[in-house]
């Protein structure tokens, strides 16, 4: 998006995430008014399931090829990735402070 507007790179970011997600902002406005009706009906209900289970699916292999095969490369990678969850859902420990002590202690493992 950066790279449609040299000249005002902000610019052509906020263009390109409006087209990323306008087209299903229209439609959640299109069909909003009659998705629960839809989702009374069993057999709809059951198709809307089976799709959210597909989309996960797409979602988890996204993460899991260029993200989890990049980052973890050691058991050390995956014990701060453990603690770094821990961290963040238990304790609630704000997402700055997370980083910076994350960084720090893959720069001390390293």
């Known amino acids: 998006g950066a790279q449609l507007l040299p000249a005002t790179p902000l610019l052509g970011a906020l263009l390109a995430t409006l087209a ?12 909003g008014p009659s ?3 839809w989702l009374a009906r069993p ?10 289970a597909a989309v996960v699916g797409l ?22 990735a453990a603690i ?8 609630k420990l704000p997402i700055l402070a997370l980083a910076g002590l994350l960084v720090g202690a893959a720069m001390l493992l390293a």
Do not use: E, K, M
Not at 20 to 31: I, N
Not at 84 to 90: Q, S
């Open 20 to 31: 990323l997600f306008l087209p299903g902002f229209l439609l959640l406005w299109a069909l």
């Open 35 to 37: 998705w629960q009706s």
């Open 43 to 52: 057999r709809l209900a059951g198709a809307v399931t089976g799709i959210n």
């Open 59 to 80: 979602l988890l292999a996204a993460l899991y090829q260029p993200v989890w095969l990049g980052a973890v490369q050691a058991p050390s990678d995956l014990a701060l």
């Open 84 to 91: 770094g969850f821990y961290l963040l859902r238990v304790l």
